[in-house]
């Protein structure tokens, strides 16, 4: 069974504090994630995402050699879901997580504001932690904070950034809050960085919202795309970074992908490698998520090049299987639990639905009843969330075999 690393008290409270609380019955009953039934209210973006196994139409010729846990292959302009595996089976996100936190906290300073790092900034960082190399007393501006996110995946980075948006447990709620506009109700944010935390999980279909509405803003797509970039040491000495997505930059004896833009990956000895890349060519962006790949490092980029491939060569021709829907703040239908598992984008009044009306059908057309029906309905949803994210807790407890570790990750235990 995995070892939680240590935080501090603080640290601890906070996360306690913004996190959902989990059934522990549901914990003990519950061994394995499962992909969201339809109904479900994480069955967003198709009925046909909401099921298990492979999901395609209208093309052939998928790669053959697809270990992964969960994967997805989308249009990024469009939204169409061209192919995906268990889009919705929610599992440990590693480091991909910090999509989530770029989505949530990038626009809130200017890159050339400059910051003076205190030892509180750095004092609630998991042990283990992947760190870009941030020393207190040191000044930095907001834009190498956000390179040391971006390039070296830096917990030390997220934390400053943080600590300056007030505080770890303020910015995981408004991750959550983020998450929730964006309909990516797969994922429950527990730490910023996306390290192993009890109950932090997300799905293929989640990460690849947070990539398209991040690649939407020049910042994001100018961090995730940049190979390398020099970092303060202290006075006027300086030290190279280089991204660790090793699509972009050819490391680790694979080749560079034409046309990559980002966007990032992750690693952890308990999640395993995930990865969500984009990539454009001939006037077309597709978006691909990897997550838990059965084989070692390597294998979540060969796994991602190889859906991408497909999605320029045989998936030109492939009809969509569901949609990435698009966030509530910019006009999104919102996805109720009744209907969202029917059509590609559900109606935001419930019509269409095979489940009955949705609760705010029911407040809209009823009186004191359906009040008390809709609260009910939201009790199950709520509580059908909590077992589903213990049973992740127990799924990831129940996980001997670790992935292959790295070459500069002794015994696999260095956090990405």
């Known amino acids: 069974m995995r070892e939680c690393s240590r935080i501090s008290r603080r640290a601890a409270l906070g996360l306690t504090a913004a996190a959902l609380p989990l059934s522990t019955a549901a914990a003990v009953s519950l061994s394995t994630a499962t992909p969201a039934a339809a109904g479900d209210p994480a069955a967003v973006g198709g009925e046909r995402l909401a099921g298990a196994g492979v999901q395609v139409r209208g093309a052939s010729g998928l790669p053959a050699k697809l270990t992964a846990r969960s994967w997805l292959i989308a249009d990024c302009d469009s939204g169409e879901v061209l192919a995906s595996f268990n889009a919705h089976r929610r599992l440990a996100p590693a480091s991909t997580l910090k999509m989530l936190f770029a989505d949530t906290v990038l626009k809130k300073f200017d890159r050339t504001q400059r910051y003076t790092v205190k030892d509180a900034d750095l004092a609630d960082i998991p042990a283990g932690s992947s760190l870009v190399g941030i020393k207190p007393g040191l000044t930095y501006t907001v834009e190498q904070l956000w390179q040391g996110v971006f390039l070296r995946s830096g917990n030390d980075a997220v934390h400053v950034l943080s600590h300056m948006n007030g505080g770890v447990a303020k910015t995981v709620a408004e991750m959550q809050a983020k ?98 890349g984009a990539a454009t060519r001939g006037g077309r962006t597709l978006l691909v998520t990897v997550m838990h790949p059965a084989e070692g490092s390597n294998a979540v980029y060969e796994q991602t090049a190889a859906l991408l491939d497909w999605g320029f060569g045989p998936g030109r021709s492939a009809q969509a299987v569901g949609t990435l829907v698009d966030p509530l703040s910019e006009g999104g239908a919102k996805v109720s639990p009744a209907s969202g ?59 001997t075999a670790e992935p292959a570790a790295e070459p500069n990750e002794p015994g696999g235990r260095h956090r990405r």
């Open 341 to 399: 598992g029917k059509g590609d984008r559900a109606a935001a009044d419930g019509s269409g639905s095979s489940g009955g009306p949705s609760t705010g059908r029911l407040v809209e057309g009823a009186g004191g009843t359906a009040l008390l029906l809709a609260a009910a309905g939201f009790l199950v949803v709520k509580r059908r969330r909590r077992a589903v994210a213990a049973a992740a807790m127990a799924e990831a407890a129940a996980e």
């Open 179 to 276: 998450a929730a506009d964006l309909q990516a109700l797969d994922t429950h944010v527990v730490s910023p960085d996306g390290f192993d935390h009890p109950g932090q999980i997300s799905s293929a279909y989640d990460l690849t919202l947070f990539a398209r509405h991040g690649l939407k803003d020049a910042d994001f797509r100018g961090y995730c795309g940049t190979k390398t970039a020099d970092f303060p040491a202290g006075g006027k000495k300086t030290f190279q970074i280089q991204n660790t997505d090793r699509l972009l930059t050819g490391a680790w004896g694979l080749k560079t992908y034409d046309g990559l833009i980002g966007v990032k990956n992750g690693y952890t000895s308990n999640a395993g490698n995930t990865f969500t």
